[in-house]
Nanobody, 125 residues
């Protein structure tokens, strides 16, 4: 049974930091790309950052470059998103996802077939 579970969201002041975690099970990680998306009410789901589980280069949306860092711990089957210098516009529900296709230049939700339930990140200004 596939499970994708996010944690680490919360309320933080602008300029602060949060680290999101995503623990996955039930599929072969090395065959998948892992990514973080975010969504606010009335807007489409936006790709934030992605990487192949096997390593290599990473993708970041322009809006988070230099502030967010994606990483993984193979031993713990866990994906992370370190978010620094948070802004009010980073407020969203953040989702972890896994899919068979990785593109270093963009992310599309339809490329990902396993999703977590989401974790709320709220940045107060």
């Amino acid at each position: 049974q596939v499970q994708v579970v996010e944690s680490g969201g919360g309320l933080v002041q602008a300029g602060g930091s949060l680290r999101l975690s995503c623990t996955a099970s039930g599929f072969r990680f090395v065959d998948y790309a892992m990514g973080w998306f975010r969504q606010t009410p009335g807007k489409e789901r936006e790709g934030v950052s992605a990487m192949r589980w096997s390593g290599g280069n990473t993708y970041y949306a322009d809006s988070v470059k230099g502030r967010f860092t994606i990483s993984r711990d193979n031993d713990k089957n866990t994906l992370y998103l370190q978010m620094n210098s948070l802004k009010a516009e980073d407020t969203a529900v953040y989702y972890c996802a896994a899919g068979p296709y990785y593109n270093p230049k963009q992310m599309r939700p339809e490329w990902y077939n396993y999703w977590g339930q989401g974790t709320q990140v709220t940045v107060s200004s």
